[in-house]
């Protein structure tokens, strides 16, 4: 996955790690991925979101976050979906296929609606080293 700082965000994205954030008090790990787009139904964000989803899914499973990240690798993960607008009925179905198959890898998917700013999860570090977070 190319590094956040360097290259676009969001769900049209997806070899791009939106944001990865340590919730210290859930003591688990949070990579966050953004839409601001209206969910239309139509297939290329549907598209998008399934590849990025699978680009999360092998970040984490395949090793490169544990490599990235090592002091997190024991740490329970969570991906959210950041999104400024309630997905349709389509994107939610595709949601509650993904959650299923990742919960199958002890990771869990929730979809948050945000105000489409690209700001990392309250309360939590980015890890992205811009000083802005904490870890």
């Given at each position: 996955m190319v590094p956040e700082s360097i290259a676009p965000?969001?769900?049209?994205?997806?070899?791009?790690?939106?944001?990865?954030?340590?919730?210290?008090?859930?003591?688990?790990?949070?990579?966050?991925?953004?839409?601001?787009?209206?969910?239309?139904?139509?297939?290329?964000?549907?598209?998008?979101?399934?590849?990025?989803?699978?680009?999360?899914a092998s970040f984490i499973l395949d090793g490169e976050m544990t490599d990235s990240f090592p002091q997190h690798a024991d740490k329970p993960v969570e991906i959210q979906l950041r999104t400024k607008h309630e997905p349709d009925e389509v994107a939610l179905r595709l949601l509650a296929s993904a959650r299923e198959q990742l919960a199958l890898q002890q990771i869990r998917l929730e979809v948050i609606l945000a105000d489409g700013s690209d700001e990392p999860p309250s309360g939590e570090g980015c890890g992205c080293g811009h000083g802005h977070c904490h870890e």
């Amino acid at each position: 996955m190319v590094p956040e700082s360097i290259a676009p965000k969001g769900v049209a994205h997806p070899a791009v790690l939106d944001a990865f954030a340590y919730d210290v008090r859930r003591d688990t790990l949070v990579l966050a991925m953004y839409e601001t787009r209206p969910w239309t139904g139509g297939e290329t964000q549907l598209f998008q979101l399934q590849e990025k989803l699978n680009a999360y899914a092998s970040f984490i499973l395949d090793g490169e976050m544990t490599d990235s990240f090592p002091q997190h690798a024991d740490k329970p993960v969570e991906i959210q979906l950041r999104t400024k607008h309630e997905p349709d009925e389509v994107a939610l179905r595709l949601l509650a296929s993904a959650r299923e198959q990742l919960a199958l890898q002890q990771i869990r998917l929730e979809v948050i609606l945000a105000d489409g700013s690209d700001e990392p999860p309250s309360g939590e570090g980015c890890g992205c080293g811009h000083g802005h977070c904490h870890e």
